[in-house]
């Protein structure tokens, strides 16, 4: 079961969802999601790692420098749940 509070903290912020749904698309570069989003780099980064620290995004390793996201397990169960407590998709 899905904390309500988790839910209802991804509802109150704007891009946490869009983030997530475009993670959940395909794994990404933060530089695309931005793009994407039309939104500056430092707020997607704070909005990342603060996903991050939820544990409803993952880390890929690669070899460059560069990190790339995806949705973890919990993000796939969280979005879901947040989908049926808001009637969406």
Request: no cysteine.
């Amino acid at each position: 079961m899905i904390d309500l509070a988790l839910i209802n903290w991804l509802h109150d912020g704007e891009y946490r969802i869009k983030v997530m749904r475009l993670l959940k698309s395909s794994p990404d570069i933060p530089t695309n999601i931005s793009r994407k989003l039309v939104i500056h780099k430092s707020s997607l980064s704070r909005i990342l790692n603060d996903l991050y620290e939820k544990q409803l995004i993952e880390k890929v390793t690669s070899n460059s420098r560069t990190i790339t996201y995806k949705v973890s397990a919990l993000g796939e169960e969280t979005l879901k749940e947040f989908d049926k407590k808001n009637g969406s998709k």
